[in-house]
């Protein structure tokens, strides 16, 4: 009898075991599967739609354009700026990174050299036959290629995001399109300038419609009095004398302080009979106006400043009615003559 109690004592402790611990003498070969390695590279279509193979990660990036340089140091990426061009001066830590050459014809040893995971370059700077060559070799390349104020800022965004910093990328998105739309309201009601910007003075030299110079125009309360599909016209002289902007626009970089540059200009023919230039009504603004970069934007303030000074200074309400009256119309120039061949022009291929 006791020999049937135990026998009876062990099959219960087996049914136990084999209802509440059974996992325990699982296989071992019964396991979960480890997780699936993530890919090391991923496609993506830049703006002038090529479609390219990147890594996941990006931390070594070398620009081929100074807005691009700007921007990844607008992003706070700067670390990952392995290398840039000789023309790439902002801000000013951007002149300690290594040099590459110029923006038309860097060298691809000195770029290769740096091992890149990315360069960087821009459709109205940089060169087809670059492209092409750092792709023989192995080296990926995202271009941009924007064309307004809102496209600059766009591209700004995306960019940020293929870098893998899209939190950063809209909140400056965000940020400068907040100042533009207080610079929208403070402007508003008052009529545009009408204004020749001036590219090179012989021979003279100005933008067209669908540069993003005359966008940035437009938000700073302006409006070019050249009319022209060109992106960068030679224009007639005596046209312009004609027309009689309100205002002449000069680039510091191009001409140093503008006072010297209207002075100058004062001597020449044909430039005397321009009312701007005898009653000193001129603007100088940085080469910022001339980089499609977050820095933009403040340049386009600092030009509707200097434009529509009523507009930042408080004026008592009955007199709001009388500033700035409407200015008489006049027609656009449209007799241009040969299209002038710039710098930028030359390198337009990609």
């Known amino acids: 009898m006791f020999i049937h109690s135990t026998l009876r004592a062990v099959a219960a402790a087996a049914l136990v075991l084999l209802l509440n611990g059974g996992a325990i003498c699982a296989p071992q070969d019964a396991a979960a599967p480890p997780l699936p390695v993530p890919p090391a590279y991923r496609q993506v279509t830049d703006e002038i739609g090529r479609t390219i193979r990147v890594r996941q990660a990006i931390h070594r990036i070398v620009s081929l354009a100074p807005n691009l340089t700007e921007t990844i140091y607008a992003l706070g990426l700067q670390d990952r700026l392995v290398g840039d061009t000789d023309y790439c001066d902002f801000p000013p830590e951007a002149q300690l990174k290594t040099k590459v050459g110029g923006a038309v014809n860097p060298s691809l040893e000195a770029i290769a050299a740096l091992h890149p ?36 800022i766009a591209s700004v965004a995306r960019l940020a995001d293929l870098l893998g910093a899209p939190e950063i990328g809209a909140t ?3 940020d400068l399109e907040r100042h533009l739309a207080v610079l929208h309201e403070r402007l508003a009601s008052l009529p545009p300038r009408r204004v020749l910007f001036i590219v090179w003075t012989e021979p003279l030299i100005s933008i067209g ?10 938000y700073a309360g302006a409006v070019s009095v050249v009319d022209s599909s060109q992106n960068w016209p030679q224009v ?19 001409f140093g302080s503008a006072p010297q540059s209207a002075e100058a200009l004062a001597d020449l023919p044909g430039w005397r009979l321009l009312n701007a230039v005898r009653n000193r009504r001129y603007a100088t603004i940085s080469d910022a106006i001339n980089r499609p970069a977050p820095r933009l934007v403040s340049a386009v303030e600092d030009l509707a400043r200097q434009l529509h000074s009523e507009a930042f200074t408080e004026k008592p309400q009955n007199d709001k009615d009388q500033t700035n009256p409407p200015a ?3 027609p656009h120039l449209s007799s241009l003559t040969e299209n002038a061949a710039t710098p930028k022009e030359q390198a337009c291929a990609l």
């Open 117 to 152: 995971d990315l360069v960087l370059v821009t459709k109205n700077l940089n060169r087809l036959e670059t492209v092409q060559a750092l792709a023989e070799i192995g080296i990926p390349s995202y271009a941009t290629d924007p064309h307004t104020v809102d496209a600059i």
């Open 328 to 330: 008489p119309s006049a």
């Open 209 to 218: 419609n669908d540069t993003f110079i005359a966008d940035a125009l437009r």
């Open 236 to 254: 007639n002289l005596e046209e312009v004398v004609h027309l009689q902007p309100e205002f002449l626009i000069f680039v510091e970089s191009h």
């Open 172 to 174: 400056l998105a965000a």
